[in-house]
Nanobody, 113 residues
C-alpha cells in the first residue's frame, strides 16, 4: 500500500504563489494532482510520468502551474503561480502503480480576491 503525504497548502491572495509537495512511501510510476472545489467534482489538474517525459496540464492552469518530481525522494511538486480565486479547492495528490490508484488526504488551497 503506497501512502501519499501532501504539504504546502494555505491561504494566499490572488496573484500569489504556493508550492505543494507530495511524498510517496514507495516509488510511484505516474503521479498527479487533482482538486475539488466546494460543490464541484474532483478534477485532474496536472500529471507526470516517472521519466518526466509525459506531462499533462488542464487548460485552466497552463502557463501558471508547473509539476516536477524528484524520483530519488519519491516526491512530486506543484508550483502554483498567478493564483486565482477559482483555484480555491482541496488539492489531492494521486499516484498510480500497476493499475492501482492511491490518494493523499488532501491539502486546502484558498485564494482570496
Amino acid at each position: 500500500q503506497v501512502q501519499l503525504a501532501e504539504t504546502g497548502g494555505g491561504s494566499v491572495q490572488a496573484g500569489g504563489s504556493l508550492r505543494l509537495s507530495c511524498r510517496a512511501s514507495y516509488s510511484v510510476y505516474a503521479m498527479g494532482w487533482f482538486r475539488q472545489a466546494p460543490g464541484k467534482e474532483r478534477e485532474l489538474v496536472v500529471a507526470i510520468d516517472y521519466e518526466s517525459e509525459k506531462i499533462y496540464y488542464a487548460d485552466s492552469v497552463k502557463g501558471r502551474f508547473t509539476i516536477s518530481r524528484v524520483n530519488a525522494k519519491n516526491t512530486v511538486y506543484l508550483q502554483m503561480n498567478s493564483l486565482r480565486p477559482e483555484d480555491t479547492a482541496v488539492y489531492y495528490c494521486s499516484g498510480q502503480n500497476y493499475g492501482m490508484t492511491y490518494w493523499g488526504r488532501g491539502t486546502l488551497v484558498t485564494v482570496s480576491s
